[in-house]
């Protein structure tokens, strides 16, 4: 369920399913510097009907220059996750996917240096 018109193939996406994990998300943006990153809020199919007002308030409280890499999804969980090989909502994942939706590698939660280099690698390898 990963988007197919994805900035770059293969790129970095970082999904959220819980606002508390929005601090995982900008740890990763952090810590991968300039490489272009989509974040991805993933909510049920359920808030659909709701779109535009989560959407707004999201765009109220997101800086302009983040608000481009920032695609929300409403999609069955089950279907996301398995898309990427997990079964898991409680953290966030970071993920290199191809426009495929192949992912190259996954990872749960904040980055760790080992992390990191291993979506450098993917991304030099497949880039």
Not at 22 to 35: F, I, K, S, Y
Not at 41 to 51: A, F, H, I, Y
Request: aromatic share 6%.
């Amino acid at each position: 369920m990963i988007p197919d018109d994805l900035p770059a193939d293969p790129c970095v996406v970082v999904l959220a399913f819980r606002q508390r994990q929005q601090r995982d998300v900008d740890d990763w943006v952090e810590a991968l510097g300039g490489t272009p990153v989509v974040e991805i809020p993933v909510l049920g199919t359920g808030w659909r009907m709701v779109r535009g007002w989560i959407e707004g308030g999201m765009a109220g409280g997101t800086p302009e220059e983040v608000q481009s890499r920032v695609w929300c999804t409403y999609a069955p969980l089950k279907q996301v996750l398995a898309g990427l090989g997990e079964t898991g909502h409680r953290s966030a994942l970071a993920a290199v996917v191809r426009r495929s939706g192949e992912a190259l590698v996954v990872f749960r939660g904040p980055p760790s240096p080992g992390a990191v280099m291993a979506v450098r690698a993917a991304l030099a390898r497949h880039g």
